[in-house]
């Protein structure tokens, strides 16, 4: 295959999964004001990612222990040690590309995090500063 049509290639998939992340995006923020979330203000995502929550063991959590203060940078988590993908779409095209599948962690990492679930203005705020990286 030449050099220019392998370009091509590549260069299409990468905005096919961009535009596939700004679709579900947009989608979710719909749906959220949709349940009574108003304007998403990246700045409060920010703060929410970075905000530390008392843990019932005593501890604290946050977005951060596991994905890093920078969401462009790969993270750990923090039980099993498993490498996590940078959350910014920038630098993982296919991060937030899946509606279902970001369902299912801001489910599962609010309650893990914050003590329960999110509200649809917190996620679109965390949403709206990811896609903002």
Same mark, same amino acid.
């Given at each position: 295959?030449?050099?220019?049509? $392998?370009?091509?290639?590549?260069?299409s998939g990468l905005l096919t999964a961009t535009n596939a992340? /700004?679709? &579900?995006?947009?989608?979710? $923020? +719909?749906?959220? =004001? !949709?349940?009574? /979330?108003?304007?998403?203000?990246?700045? @409060?995502?920010?703060?929410?990612?970075q905000r530390q929550f008392p843990a019932s063991n005593g &501890? *604290?959590?946050?977005? +951060? %222990?596991?994905?890093?203060?920078?969401? =462009?940078? !790969?993270?750990?988590? +923090?039980? +099993?040690? @498993? &490498?996590? %993908? #940078?959350? /910014? #779409?920038?630098?993982? #095209?296919?991060?937030?590309?899946?509606? =279902? @599948?970001?369902?299912?962690?801001? @489910? =599962?990492?609010?309650?893990? &995090?914050? %003590?329960? *679930?999110?509200?649809?203005?917190?996620? %679109?705020?965390? $949403? !709206?500063?990811?896609?903002?990286?």
């Open positions: 295959m030449k050099s220019s049509m $392998l370009h091509q290639l590549i260069l992340q /700004a679709d &579900t995006v947009d989608d979710l $923020l +719909t749906d959220y =004001r !949709s349940q009574g /979330a108003s304007h998403f203000n990246p700045s @409060k995502g920010e703060a929410l990612w &501890t *604290e959590r946050a977005c +951060t %222990g596991c994905h890093t203060h920078d969401p =462009r940078q !790969s993270g750990q988590h +923090t039980v +099993t040690n @498993k &490498t996590i %993908g #940078p959350m /910014a #779409p920038s630098m993982n #095209p296919k991060r937030l590309s899946d509606r =279902r @599948k970001v369902e299912k962690w801001f @489910k =599962r990492n609010c309650k893990w &995090t914050v %003590g329960r *679930e999110c509200t649809p203005q917190e996620k %679109g705020d965390v $949403l !709206s500063f990811l896609r903002n990286q």
